[in-house]
C-alpha cells in the first residue's frame, strides 16, 4: 500500500503529501496538528488498544475547531449478518493458498449452504440476498472485510462515549441526508424525533428505524451550535449553493434507502429557477428579490434539504452553469489528475478528481472520465469517434432500457449525446 500510494504521489507531484508507515503508537514527533483526520476502513478492524491509541492521536494531533471523520460497522443493522463473517473466517482458516485464494473458497462454500437452504439462510432471507452482493465485490476487500481478526460492529453511543473521552463531539454524518431524519426514517417513527434535539439520542433512535449497517460519522473539537440565521450567516457564508446539474424539474422524487421523499412547491420552484443561473452564497440567495417574503429560517432549511436529496451542490467557490457544452481546447492542469485519468478511465470504477472550481473532490463515471481523457489529450475534433472506438475495444458496453446497445450506429448516437451532456454538465465543475 504505501509504495503505491508513493508512487501516485509521485505520479501526482503532490508536495503537500507523504505516506508514513508505522503504528498509531509510534508516529513521527513532527506531525503537527490537522484540520482534518479521516478514519475510513480502520476502527472496526483493529484490535481494542490499537483503538485507545486512535483516540490518542486524534487528541493529541486535530487542530481546535478540526474535523475528524471515522467509518465503522454498525449495530443493528450488522446484527443478522454478523454469522456470515463466522462462515468465511472459519472455512477459509481450513483451506490451502493465499488471502485471496481461501476467501475465493470460503465464499464458494457458503453460496453451497445458502443454495442448499441451510437453516440459517432459510431463516434469515436478507442474509441469503446479501451472498449475492458479496460475489461482486473484488476478493481482495472481502478478505480485508472478513478474514482480519479483529472485526467489531459498534452502537453509535459506544464510539461517540469513546471519541467524547479523547474530547471530541459529535457534529454530524455522511451522507447528508442522514443529517435529516425525517428524510431517512418511516413517518411512523418521526414522533421519536420530536421529542428531544440531543443528536446522541436522535441516532441512536435512527438507527434502530433504519437498520444502520455502517455509519461514517464526524467529530470536533470546540464544536459551535449555530441556533440562529444570523449567526448562521456570520460564521459560514463562504459556501456557494447551485443546482446539481441542468435540467432539473419539479417534482424532485429520491429514495435515500428507507422512505421516498418529494420536493415540490413554489418555494422550491423559485429556488431551482435562482440557483440555475448562477452559484450564490446563502446571504445572496435570502438577498434574491424573488424569494422576499419568505422567513429566512424556511429558506435556509429548503436549501439544506435541497442538498441532501440531490437538487443543490455546494462548492467552495463560484462555479459558472451553463447549458451550451464548452468549446475549444481543454487542459487539465493538476498531474494528479491527468495520472488518474490515464490510469483509471473505463477501468470499470467511478473516478475521483481534485476539482478546483468546487473545493472537494468531484467523481465521474469511468465513461465521462474516458470522454476527459480524450478531450484533454486529443482535443474536440473527432471527440465522438475516439471515445466510441475506444468503448468498443474496451469490451464495455453502453446500457438502454437495461440492455446492452450492440448496434454500432446506436452507440455512437449514444456516445455523442454523453459527450455533450458531459461538457455542459460536468466539466465546467472541473
Not at 302 to 315: E, I, N, S, Y
Amino acid at each position: 500500500h504505501v509504495a503505491a500510494i508513493d508512487k501516485d504521489i509521485a505520479t501526482g507531484e503532490l508536495a503537500n503529501a507523504r505516506a508514513i508507515a508505522c503504528d498509531f503508537a509510534t508516529l513521527p514527533k513532527d506531525l503537527g496538528k490537522f484540520d482534518f483526520l479521516t478514519l475510513h476502513g480502520v476502527f472496526s478492524w483493529v484490535a481494542p488498544e490499537v483503538r485507545q491509541q486512535i483516540l490518542e492521536v486524534a487528541k493529541s494531533h486535530l487542530a481546535p475547531g478540526g474535523l475528524l471523520l471515522v467509518s465503522y460497522n454498525a449495530m443493528p443493522g450488522w446484527a443478522h449478518l454478523q454469522p456470515i463473517r463466522g462462515i468465511l473466517r472459519q472455512y477459509a482458516a481450513l483451506r490451502q493458498g493465499d488471502t485471496v485464494q481461501r476467501i475465493r473458497d470460503a465464499l464458494n462454500y457458503m453460496v453451497f449452504i445458502r443454495d442448499k437452504k441451510a437453516k440459517y439462510f432459510e431463516d434469515n432471507p436478507r442474509a441469503a440476498a446479501y451472498v449475492d452482493g458479496l460475489l461482486k465485490q473484488d476478493l481482495r476487500y472481502l478478505a480485508h472485510e472478513y478474514l482480519n481478526q479483529h472485526w467489531t460492529s459498534f452502537y453509535f453511543s459506544e464510539v461517540a462515549e469513546m471519541f467524547g473521552s479523547a474530547g471530541l463531539a459529535f457534529v454530524g454524518s455522511l451522507p447528508i441526508h442522514t443529517n435529516f431524519w425525517d428524510l431517512c426514517v418511516r413517518p411512523e417513527f418521526q414522533e421519536l424525533f420530536r421529542t428531544t434535539s440531543n443528536r446522541l439520542v436522535t441516532e441512536s433512535h435512527k438507527d434502530f428505524c433504519a437498520n444502520t449497517a455502517f455509519r461514517w460519522d464526524i467529530y470536533a473539537t470546540e464544536p459551535r451550535v449555530m441556533q440562529s440565521p444570523e449567526e448562521r450567516l456570520k460564521q459560514v457564508d463562504d459556501l456557494y449553493f447551485r443546482v446539481a446539474r441542468p435540467g432539473i424539474s419539479l417534482p424532485h422524487q429520491v429514495n435515500l434507502g428507507v422512505v421516498t421523499s418529494t420536493v415540490q412547491g413554489p418555494l422550491y420552484e423559485t429556488l431551482l429557477k435562482v440557483l440555475s443561473k448562477s452559484s450564490l452564497r446563502l446571504s445572496e440567495i435570502l438577498k434574491d428579490k424573488s424569494l422576499k417574503g419568505n422567513p429566512a429560517a424556511d429558506l435556509i432549511r429548503a436549501v439544506d434539504a435541497g442538498v441532501a436529496m440531490g437538487l443543490f451542490d455546494v462548492t467552495a467557490g463560484p462555479v459558472k452553469i451553463t447549458a451550451k457544452p464548452l468549446k475549444g481546447s481543454v487542459a487539465v492542469v493538476s498531474p494528479f489528475n491527468r495520472a488518474v485519468l490515464a490510469s483509471d478511465s473505463l477501468g470499470g470504477r467511478p473516478v475521483a478528481l481534485a476539482s478546483v472550481a468546487t473545493g472537494t473532490g468531484h467523481t465521474l463515471g469511468d465513461f465521462d472520465a474516458a470522454i476527459l481523457h480524450e478531450l484533454t489529450s486529443e482535443g474536440p475534433d473527432g471527440l465522438v469517434q475516439r471515445v466510441d472506438a475506444r468503448l468498443a475495444g474496451s469490451g464495455r458496453s453502453l446500457q438502454q432500457e437495461g440492455k446492452p446497445v450492440t448496434d454500432p450506429a446506436a452507440r455512437q448516437q449514444l456516445v455523442e449525446s454523453a459527450c455533450t451532456a458531459f461538457t455542459s454538465t460536468s466539466l465546467p465543475q472541473l
